[in-house]
């Protein structure tokens, strides 16, 4: 089994392909198998595919400490340092996207280009555990609340009438090695702390900025189509696509229209 020993941590990682280095961060919470249903087969054909769990999801260790985007910033870039993996393309989805910014902005010579994937700089108001998300948890459960919580926000009901089996695989993936509920809200506080709100005029990577045109779920102040406007008015070196009826995980309902908006951009 791949894994990273570091000072507090064991990170498992997977590397897939050949070619330049193309590394993909998860949202909230997950760990690196949901990439490999739709993403790793694309992209390893002509990149080298690097994917990890996050400190406290999937098969990495779980250390009972307050965690920060930085920290698990620190751990990618000890990570990408032990596979020698230098200017990469860098493709961040929700948290992950927070992860890839400090990335870009605190080791720029790691990102050649940089994909923010319905993502976002900061949360304003909600710097602890949301309110709303704390009560439906309590309510439902932690597993019903993840499950349900990732159709609700991930797909439209379009698309779960017509393809339910392809939700099921994705949670079957999403939720196989589901982390421990205080490893959950760790990884939320850590989210909903985040700010690179004040330093995105420093991001200088060409910037791609993916959103679905419905990713409007608030449990915060603020959605992610919200975000990424913010975004896109930020960083200098950036374009926002907006992918029509699509919420949060385009990743996996339109992967094929995904992978074009990226291949266009890093060919560029």
């Given at each position: 089994?791949?894994?990273?020993?570091?000072?507090?941590?064991?990170?498992?990682?997977?590397?897939?392909?050949?070619?330049?280095?193309?590394?993909?961060?998860?949202?909230?919470?997950?760990?690196?198998?949901?990439?490999?249903?739709?993403?790793?087969?694309?992209?390893?054909?002509?990149?080298?595919?690097?994917i990890h769990d996050y400190r406290g999801t999937g098969r990495s260790s779980n250390p009972s400490i307050d965690y920060t985007t930085k920290m698990f910033c620190q751990d990618l870039v000890a990570l990408m340092d032990h596979l020698k993996a230098e200017e990469a393309v860098?493709?961040?989805?929700?948290?992950?996207?927070?992860?890839?910014?400090?990335?870009?902005?605190?080791?720029?010579?790691?990102?050649?280009?940089?994909?923010?994937?319905?993502?976002?700089?900061?949360?304003?108001?909600?710097?602890?555990?949301?309110?709303?998300?704390?009560?439906?948890?309590?309510?439902?459960?932690?597993?019903?609340?993840?499950?349900?919580?990732?159709?609700?926000?991930?797909?439209?009901?379009?698309?779960?009438?017509?393809?339910?089996?392809?939700?099921?695989?994705?949670?079957?993936?999403?939720?196989?090695?589901?982390?421990?509920?205080?490893?959950?809200?760790?990884?939320?506080?850590?989210?909903?702390?985040?700010?690179?709100?004040?330093?995105?005029?420093?991001?200088?990577?060409?910037?791609?900025?993916?959103?679905?045109?419905?990713?409007?779920?608030?449990?915060?102040?603020?959605?992610?189509?919200?975000?990424?406007?913010?975004?896109?008015?930020?960083?200098?070196?950036?374009?926002?696509?907006?992918?029509?009826?699509?919420?949060?995980?385009?990743?996996?309902?339109?992967?094929?229209?995904?992978?074009?908006?990226?291949?266009?951009?890093?060919?560029?």
């Open positions: 089994m791949p894994v990273l020993q570091l000072k507090d941590v064991e990170i498992y990682y997977q590397v897939y392909g050949d070619g330049p280095p193309m590394v993909f961060l998860s949202e909230t919470a997950c760990d690196g198998e949901v990439w490999k249903i739709y993403q790793v087969p694309e992209f390893s054909k002509d990149h080298r595919v690097i860098v493709v961040g989805h929700s948290m992950g996207g927070r992860v890839a910014q400090l990335l870009a902005l605190d080791h720029p010579k790691k990102v050649k280009q940089l994909v923010l994937a319905s993502t976002g700089a900061h949360y304003p108001q909600t710097k602890g555990l949301p309110l709303k998300i704390c009560k439906e948890m309590i309510e439902w459960g932690y597993e019903k609340y993840e499950r349900d919580h990732s159709i609700l926000v991930g797909f439209t009901e379009e698309f779960a009438k017509q393809y339910p089996e392809r939700i099921e695989h994705y949670l079957k993936v999403r939720m196989q090695n589901l982390c421990p509920v205080e490893f959950y809200l760790r990884h939320l506080l850590a989210r909903q702390s985040h700010d690179t709100s004040h330093r995105l005029k420093e991001i200088r990577q060409p910037t791609l900025i993916l959103v679905g045109e419905d990713d409007r779920n608030m449990t915060s102040e603020i959605n992610h189509r919200m975000s990424s406007d913010i975004l896109a008015q930020g960083i200098p070196n950036s374009k926002l696509k907006v992918l029509p009826n699509e919420r949060h995980s385009y990743f996996f309902a339109n992967p094929d229209a995904a992978h074009r908006l990226i291949r266009d951009f890093i060919k560029e």
